[in-house]
């Protein structure tokens, strides 16, 4: 069974300051990859996802992320926080190419400090 | 395009009472999925439908839980009897098919057992 590892509940860091978000996963096969961000009382919203294909994945509101095989992960990144980005974000993995549910890791608070 | 729809938004109820969640996925949506989020957790699957067939529900806790998809578009979730650690929200999701890679989601039902 394949698992996903945020490290870190919660990260903080100053408005204007670049945003690493930590993600691994644990798979015998290289899965779909998704970032999905969640604001208060809302669904979640996908940011960005690595099928196949180049390793260096953008997606929106100036996010992107880079799949790392030989590391196992998928870090998320901004280069210049703003205070919108404050919200809950979630790491998924799908090993079902495509075809299966996914399987979240426990999400990470962002905190903007102004 | 509207999204996906979830009713009602929010619900308290006894424990071993019972409680259904209704959800109507996106215009043309043949795969739908039904997730419950924990406080403080990711969001974990429960069971994921095709047209009007279950593709997995291995994760489903069929002693209380129940889902249908009778005509292929409207979802119902069910939780008989309810208990305590069945408070969470409860995620509805779409996409076109099971290959498609990106799901929307549903605000999500929070429910409260109380």
């Known amino acids: 069974a394949q698992s996903v590892t945020q490290l870190g509940s919660h990260v903080s860091v100053s408005e204007g300051a670049l945003v690493l978000l930590r993600c691994n996963y644990s798979?015998?096969?290289?899965?779909?990859l998704f970032w999905y961000v969640q604001y208060p009382n809302q669904g979640l919203q996908l940011l960005l996802k690595?099928?196949?294909?180049?390793?260096l994945v953008k997606g929106i509101n100036g996010f992107e992320a880079e799949f790392k095989k030989s590391e196992t992960s998928f870090h998320l990144t901004k280069p210049s926080a703003h205070m919108s980005d404050a919200a809950e974000y979630f790491c998924?993995?799908?090993?079902?190419?495509?075809?299966?549910?996914?399987?979240f890791g426990k999400g990470t608070h962002l905190i903007i400090q102004p | 395009e509207a999204g996906v729809a979830q009713s009602p938004r929010y619900k308290i109820i006894e424990k071993r009472q019972s409680v259904a969640f209704w959800c109507n996925p996106i215009s043309g949506h043949a795969t739908l999925y039904w997730y419950q989020q924990i406080l403080g957790q990711g969001p974990k699957l429960l069971i994921q439908f095709q047209n009007n067939g279950v593709v997995d529900d291995s994760q489903l806790p069929k002693d209380r839980f129940s889902a249908e998809r009778l005509k292929g578009v409207d979802s119902t979730l069910k939780i008989q009897p309810a208990k305590l650690e069945d408070s969470a929200v409860y995620l509805c999701?779409?996409?076109?098919?099971?290959?498609?890679?990106?799901?929307?989601f549903g605000q999500g039902t929070r429910l409260t057992v109380v």
């Open positions: 999701a779409s996409s076109t098919d099971r290959w498609d890679t990106e799901a929307f």
């Open positions: 998924a993995a799908n090993s079902g190419g495509g075809a299966d549910g996914l399987t």
């Open positions: 798979s015998s096969v290289p899965p779909y």
């Open positions: 690595y099928t196949t294909g180049a390793t």
